[in-house]
């Protein structure tokens, strides 16, 4: 176990609504980042937030937005929700770390299963 | 554009044999690699993480090499086993901070006994 939690497991949208996901971070650590995996793929990166900032964000369009809290727990959320977004969204938080390598070591959780009907 | 490839984009080997997986990457600057297992409906699991100066590490049966010259990396299996079926997921990451990783597509791995 990671340590890192991730909420709901599954979820059924259809076209056009709004969803949130939700990730809690392994204790102490400070960064999480989120990812969408479809299916048979890699994990594409879709931000980061350090301290509840965004700290980098992928190719990916304004209606994926997300929030983190002081508590170092966060929110991905998704607006007007298409077909194509049905994948795997996983979150990963990084430790503050001693070292440059432990800091970017990161802790994957098990994912929410996103099917857009 | 920052690219990570793997080969084979899948593999069948027979319990208690050796495979070996592997990653080229075009990612500048190179930062770190790492190799990730990610078993079926979960997250990755961090196997080995190696930096510009290591061209080897082992974390178990699982050898990673790398050579930052032709940037290219392998992850060695040694006496597989069953419960190494997974997907296996070459990761580099770039920038003075390594924060911007770019992820293979992974290549499935399938043991029969």
């Known amino acids: 176990e990671t340590g890192v939690t991730q909420s709901p497991t599954h979820l059924i949208k259809t076209r056009g609504q709004q969803v949130t996901l939700r990730c809690s971070s392994q204790s102490g650590h400070n960064t999480v980042s989120w990812y969408q995996q479809a299916l048979g793929q890699g994990p594409q990166f879709i931000f980061q937030?350090?301290?509840?900032?965004?700290?980098g964000r992928g190719n990916f369009p304004p209606r994926f937005s997300g929030l983190q809290f002081p508590n170092y727990s966060s929110e991905l959320n998704v607006n007007a929700l298409e077909l194509d977004d049905s994948a795997l969204y996983l979150c990963a938080s990084s430790p503050l770390g001693q070292s440059f390598l432990a800091k970017n070591i990161q802790y994957f959780g098990a994912g929410t299963r996103l099917s857009v009907l | 554009k920052n690219q990570v490839e793997q080969s084979p984009q899948s593999l069948i080997i027979l319990e208690g044999k050796n495979c070996t997986l592997q990653?080229?990457?075009?990612?500048?600057?190179?930062?770190?690699l790492r190799w990730y297992k990610q078993d079926t409906g979960r997250g990755p699991v961090s196997l080995t993480i190696m930096t510009f100066s290591e061209n080897t590490k082992s974390n178990g049966r699982y050898t990673a090499t790398l050579d930052a010259d032709t940037k290219q990396s392998s992850l060695h299996i040694t006496a597989s086993q069953l419960s190494d079926s997974a997907s296996y997921i070459c990761?580099?990451?770039?920038?003075?901070?390594?924060?911007?990783?770019?992820f293979g597509g992974g290549t499935r791995v399938l043991v029969k006994p």
């Open positions: 990761v580099v990451s770039a920038g003075a901070a390594g924060n911007k990783l770019t």
């Open positions: 990653c080229n990457y075009t990612v500048s600057p190179f930062s770190n």
């Open positions: 937030y350090y301290r509840e900032e965004e700290n």
